[in-house]
Structure formats: C-alpha cells, structure tokens
C-alpha cells in the first residue's frame, strides 16, 4: 500500500511539475453592449517570466495572434524576478513586439514588475514592446465608444482608488493586478474589472487552498464574479511563481467578445481550446 501511495505523490508532482503548467486553456466570455458593435478583447497575465520561459512565450504570443484581437491588455507580473533574468529582456521584448492588436496594447503594473529590481525598466519594456503602461491613467477610445482604465498595483504600488469614480466613455473596463480591489471601488462606472494575481491559487486542494492565495486575492480566486453594476474576471495566468507547479489551474487566457444586444449580464464558457506548449 505504501508503494502504491508513494507511486501516486511522484505521478501526482509530475503532473503538476511538467505537465499542467505547459497547458494553454483559453477562457471565454461574453459581454453585450448596447454601445459597441463588435469588439474581441484578449487578456493574459502573470506570465512570470524565467528561464526557461521564452518557448512557452512564443507559443503564448501565436496563440493570442490567432483571435485576431481588437485590444490586447496585460495584467501584470511580467518577470518571476528580474534581477535573476535580466539579461532575457531583449528577448522578451522581441516576442512581445510579435502580440498584434487592431485597436491598442495595454499593461498594468503588477507585484513583480516593481519587485525584483523590476520598477526600472518595466515600463520600457513594454512601452518598447508596443503597449501603453497604464499607473493610475486611463486610455480613451472615443471611436469606439470605451475606456481603460489602468491601476497601479494594489499590494507595493499606490492605487488611486478613485479612478474609478467616473465614467469616460459608454463602455469601461478596469485593470487592476488584484482582484480584492473590487470591493473597494466605486463599480456603478465600470461595466468589466479584469485581474490576475491569484493564479488561481496555483496549486489548488480543497478546504486548503486559501493558504496558496497572496494578499488582496484572497475573496476572488478565479473565474467570472458578478458583482453590483459590474463584473469581474480572475485570470489564472500564465506561469507560476515560488514553486513551479500547477494543479486544478492550467496556464491561461482570456478571449473578451463584446457584441451589441440589449445589456445583460456576462456569462462565462466552457474551456473551448487547449493547447499545450
């Protein structure tokens, strides 16, 4: 019985070690409004860059290209650490350059990316890459009837809680890195909250997994909350951090279609595509 027991944990941390962390699941959600057409939106986050991160990257990058998105936008916590990887950062910025939006680019700040030596060169990066670095700002998209507003990070950074306290165009969208942020703004402005952070626990046991969720991503694990006047997607992100394992959480990402139709509220699809890297 012992060996059988012992045979499960080394199938089980294998699995975990070199199999669901190289899986690729899109989410997919959908969102109506009465004031924009047609628009597909594609979030990824978390991608926690190491070293052996690039193919895992490429493979990322052609998937998104793949949905022909309008926006892109990008959650935050580019590198796991960047001080141990920084000479990757021209290689990071060539395959983000690769991402192809028809409308723009967005990122966000997240924990990582103001840790880790990381604060200094984030936004270059990025900015180099082709994004916009939204740290408390907000992009404004008057032809197409919506607004992004983009918030600095709620753990190491300085929120600006009332960002959200007005409404710019008929349809707006928040990012922010953590997702507790939620409760603490004004929602009555914002139709959709994206966030990542929580990695969806990482590695996900029942009645345990609270101890796996970091700091203000401990009430919104995963997945799609409707809340009062707005709602609110978790992403499970990309790569992991601490330990290189998943379980119950495969690498994601986030396919936004919006359409025109009289409001209502948004549904969250099955898991429609996995890839693995």
Request: proline content about 3%; aromatic content about 10%.
């Amino acid at each position: 019985m012992f060996i059988l027991f012992l045979f499960f944990i080394v199938i089980l941390l294998v699995y975990m070690w070199k199999i669901e962390p190289y899986q690729l699941i899109q989410k997919h959600v959908q969102l109506y409004s009465e004031d924009i057409s047609q628009m597909v939106i594609v979030q990824f986050s978390d991608t926690h860059i190491k070293r052996n991160s690039l193919a895992q990257m490429k493979r990322v990058v052609q998937t998104i290209n793949a949905q022909h998105p309008d926006i892109i936008v990008f959650t935050g916590d580019l590198f796991d650490c960047y001080e141990k990887t920084a000479d990757m950062k021209q290689d990071v910025i060539h395959q983000f350059q690769q991402l192809h939006a028809n409308i723009q680019k967005i990122a966000i700040f997240g924990n990582h990316d103001i840790g880790g030596k990381a604060i200094n060169v984030y936004r270059d990066i990025m900015e180099e890459a082709g994004f916009i670095v939204l740290c408390n700002q907000i992009y404004i998209n008057a032809k197409h009837h919506i607004s992004i507003l983009g918030m600095d990070d709620a753990c190491v950074g300085f929120e600006d809680l009332k960002l959200a306290d007005t409404r710019y165009q008929p349809f707006q969208i928040l990012l922010s890195h953590e997702p507790d942020i939620a409760d603490w703004i004004n929602r009555s402005n914002t139709d959709l909250i994206l966030s990542g952070h929580t990695h969806g626990g990482q590695v996900y046991i029942p009645l345990l997994c609270s101890c796996f969720l970091p700091r203000k991503g401990k009430k919104y694990r995963k997945g799609c909350y409707h809340l009062s006047n707005a709602t609110l997607f978790v992403s499970s992100g990309i790569g992991t951090t601490r330990l290189p394992f998943r379980l119950c959480n495969p690498a994601e990402y986030t396919l936004i279609h919006i359409c025109k139709h009289p409001m209502r509220k948004m549904r969250e699809m099955d898991y429609t595509h996995m890839n693995e890297f």
